[in-house]
């Protein structure tokens, strides 16, 4: 009888200290895991304790889709902000997803006929390099042969050259073949002064014909005219030649000057009035060009 009470009183603790034992283990779950039952939650428990803050602190990145990983770094916030202030300086809009094409500047071309010489060519040659502009000189090719060491200078200097006929004739009044003189003995000599050809032709006096053009076009040259003339070459003053063309000039202009020549061969008005007519261009904000750079914008020269 006395085993039988102790067998059931053993019992009895097993089953008590059984059944406390889970209460235990219950509780100690629920207060790690927020759930009574022994097993891992299917909510993370990162995502509840790991603030938005200590992440973007740490620069771990966080896992999925959140709102830390769509949020920009530091570092990627840095080189956008380069992005748009490029975009924006080079006339594009800020917006990223965005552009507008730019607005192109007004251009002008300053160019100069009938030189080289030992006077005139020089002086201007120190005006234009003075304010860093570049201007397009039509040479003769008379006047090449005895001063080559200016055109080499204007070469060198970065201006562009053009061809203007080998002694300044009238060529409507020539025949072919003289035409076709006038424009190879002047390229002769300015291929052997500096070492390259000239892409561009302006006819004496702007005087054309169809063999004019027809001997410009086989030789493979643009024929340029002008749109601006103060005359300078007759002797107007400087101060009327600087009004001149702050009457006319427009965008896409070419503007006619002398280098050599002129009345009673004095240029000393063109040399007074250049400053003046660059302050006044870049006053206006006139981009200062030569023939070929306004051709390529502009497609307005034959």
């Known amino acids: 009888m006395k085993v039988q009470v102790m067998t059931q009183r053993k019992q009895h603790w097993v089953i008590g200290i059984t059944f406390c034992g889970m209460v235990s283990i219950a509780l100690i779950n629920f207060t790690v895991t927020g759930s009574v039952l022994p097993f891992p939650s299917k909510s993370p428990v990162i995502s509840k304790q790991q603030p938005h803050e200590e992440t973007a602190s740490t ?19 840095r080189h956008s902000l380069n992005t748009a202030d490029a975009q924006i300086s080079t006339g594009v809009s800020g917006k990223l997803s965005q552009t507008q094409p730019l607005k192109a500047a007004k251009q002008v071309a300053i160019t100069f006929d ?26 003769v090719g008379d006047q090449v042969s005895k001063f080559p060491d200016v055109l080499k200078q204007i070469h060198e200097e970065g201006h562009v050259i053009g061809n203007h006929s080998w002694d300044h004739a009238d060529l409507t009044k020539l025949s072919s073949v ?26 004496p006096y ?17 024929l340029v005219g002008w749109d601006v003339d103060p005359k300078d070459w007759a002797g107007t003053p400087s101060k009327d030649i600087i009004q001149n063309i702050k009457t006319h000039v427009k965008d ?16 000393d008005n063109t040399v007074e ?22 051709k390529t914008r502009m497609k307005n020269v034959p």
């Open 114 to 139: 009938d030189g080289p010489d030992g006077k005139y060519t020089p002086q201007i040659l120190d005006i234009l390099k003075e304010n860093d502009v570049k201007a397009t000189f039509f040479v």
């Open 252 to 267: 896409g202009n070419i503007i006619l000057l002398h280098s050599f020549g002129g009345k009673k061969g004095k240029l």
């Open 59 to 77: 620069g771990a990145a966080p896992a999925g889709p959140s709102a830390a990983s769509i949020e920009m770094k530091p570092q990627e916030a």
């Open 206 to 222: 702007g005087a054309v014909s169809p063999p004019v053009k027809k001997a410009v076009e086989q030789s493979g040259r643009s």
């Open 178 to 203: 003289r035409i076709e003189q006038e424009l190879n003995q002047t390229e002769d000599w300015i291929m052997q002064t500096i070492g390259m050809g000239s892409s561009l032709f302006r006819a």
């Open 273 to 294: 009035a250049l400053p003046g007519i660059i302050a006044y261009l870049k006053k206006e904000k006139f981009d200062i060009v030569t023939v070929p750079e306004m």
